[in-house]
T-cell receptor, first 113, second 114 residues
Framework: AQKVTQAQTEISVVEKEDVTLDCVYETRDTTYYLFWYKQPPSGELVFLIRRNSFDEQNEISGRYSWNFQKSTSSFNFTITASQVVDSAVYFCALTLTGNQFYFGTGTSLTVIP | NAGVTQTPKFRILKIGQSMTLQCTQDMNHNYMYWYRQDPGMGLKLIYYSVGAGITDKGEVPNGYNVSRSTTEDFPLRLELAAPSQTSVYFC?????????????FGPGTRLLVL
């Protein structure tokens, strides 16, 4: 079975704090992709990153960074120096070959000014 | 570029009615997707396409049909609308460059079936 768990339902941080959003996945496949998406209060969807299962290199994009660890089946997302504009629901997702998508239930992040 | 456009933005349907949700992208992307998002939930894949003339089912295809006659357009057809199809529908397109993929989403269509 494939599954994505985002155990943190809601997180609140004060502006400029760092915050890590957790994502744990389950799959027996050796080839898979992991994603993070952002959904601001406006309701739009924003693609953040895709990582394939053979690439464990961590990635940094500005204030965003992603830590992929196959040993713990985790793909965590860290926002450094959070800003109010980071307030959104963040979804983690897992896809396998054949384009079967499995989404987590999302983590609602509120950044307090 | 307009990116991914979706029409309509909002629609109310009566049970049993049919409609087509339009999706167009002007980025020449081969990959296109239809998702639905129920309140408070993540996305579920309805259908996807890897190029013109090629479509395949996702996780929740029942009650929907798609076509991909051109690279730009990927309409989603609802036949015999049911209350369970009340949702927000997102269309997306993507491309791959090397080992990186980038996805673009449309603004969504909010559908209410009464």
């Amino acid at each position: 079975a494939q599954k994505v768990t985002q155990a943190q339902t809601e997180i609140s941080v004060v502006e400029k704090e760092d915050v890590t959003l957790d994502c744990v996945y389950e799959t027996r496949d050796t080839t898979y992709y992991l994603f993070w998406y952002k959904q601001p209060p406006s309701g739009e969807l924003v693609f953040l990153i895709r990582r394939n299962s053979f690439d464990e290199q961590n990635e940094i994009s500005g204030r965003y960074s992603w830590n992929f660890q196959k040993s713990t089946s985790s793909f965590n997302f860290t926002i450094t120096a959070s800003q109010v504009v980071d307030s959104a629901v963040y979804f983690c997702a897992l896809t396998l070959t054949g384009n079967q998508f499995y989404f987590g239930t999302g983590t609602s992040l509120t950044v307090i000014p | 570029n307009a990116g991914v456009t979706q029409t309509p933005k909002f629609r109310i349907l009566k049970i049993g009615q049919s409609m087509t949700l339009q999706c167009t992208q002007d980025m020449n992307h081969n990959y296109m997707y239809w998702y639905r998002q129920d309140p408070g939930m993540g996305l579920k894949l309805i259908y996807y396409s890897v190029g013109a003339g090629i479509t395949d089912k996702g996780e929740v295809p029942n009650g929907y049909n798609v076509s991909r006659s051109t690279t730009e357009d990927f309409p989603l057809r609802l036949e015999l609308a049911a209350p369970s199809q009340t949702s927000v529908y997102f269309c997306a397109s993507s491309y791959e460059r090397g080992r990186k993929e980038t996805q673009y989403f449309g603004p969504g269509t909010r559908l209410l079936v009464l």
